[in-house]
Every structure is written in structure tokens, then in C-alpha cells.
């Protein structure tokens, strides 16, 4: 694969990983509907909101690190440890504004985050791990 193609390739990949959180999000939230009401299911829903947002902010941060690695590693390296700084503060900011400001029910919004993290998780490593026996 030539170097045009990685941020092709990263882009494509994110959003599969990003629509597959969001479907998951949905299938978590529809459970609390059933199983607790419509707050429930908002609130575990927006806890996979706040994931998603973390994923596209990872993304978007390697599509940049990648175009800046071909004049200086230094400054891609920042960026991705700089994208890391705002990723956690984002979720700190979305988790207080979700679990303060708007009441959003505690064990749901997590439940919905973490889940929806785990789904990042594997799908990301999935890819990984593909792309890696491709290339073998």
C-alpha cells in the first residue's frame, strides 16, 4: 500500500468502528427502554455518545499525526499525546455535564459508555490484527 492510501484507509476504518459503536449504542439503549424507560435508554444512549466522540477525536487526531509524520515525528508524536490530553478532559466534561448538569441516570450512561468503548476496543484490534496477516 502506498502513503497516499493510509489516510484513505484510517478514515474508512474509523467509520466502520464509529457507525458500529452507534448501532451498538442503539441496541444498549433499546434495552434500557425495555427494561427501565425512556431516560434509561437516553442516558445509556448518550454514554455512547460520549464514546463515539472519543473515537472520532482519536481519529481525526491519527489522520493528522499521520499527515505531520512525513515532515517531523516529533510534532506527530505531540499531536497524538496532545489529542490524548483532550480526549480524557472531553470525557470528563461529557461524563460531569451528562451525570451533573443534565441527571441522566448513573449506571445507564456508563453501562452505555463502557460497552461501547469494549465494541472500539475489539473492533480496533480486529483491524489490527487483519491488517497484520495481510502484510505477512
Not at 505531540?78 to 448513573?106: D, H, Q, S
Amino acid at each position: 500500500m502506498n502513503d497516499s492510501a493510509k489516510p484513505a484507509e484510517l478514515a474508512d476504518n474509523a467509520r466502520k468502528i464509529i457507525l458500529m459503536q452507534l448501532g451498538i449504542g442503539l441496541v444498549i439503549a433499546a434495552g434500557f427502554f425495555l427494561k427501565d424507560g425512556s431516560w434509561a435508554a437516553l442516558s445509556a444512549f448518550y454514554g455512547g455518545l460520549v464514546s463515539v466522540a472519543s473515537a472520532a477525536m482519536l481519529s481525526r487526531g491519527i489522520n493528522r499525526a499521520t499527515i505531520a509524520a512525513e515532515k517531523s515525528a516529533q510534532t506527530s508524536q505531540m499531536i497524538l499525546y496532545l489529542g490524548a490530553v483532550v480526549r480524557f478532559v472531553l470525557v470528563l466534561v461529557l461524563f460531569g455535564t451528562g451525570l451533573g448538569a443534565l441527571e441522566m441516570a448513573p449506571l445507564a450512561l456508563i453501562i452505555g459508555f463502557v460497552i461501547t468503548q469494549l465494541v472500539f476496543v475489539l473492533m480496533a484490534g480486529r483491524q489490527g490484527r487483519e491488517k497484520q496477516t495481510s502484510a505477512e
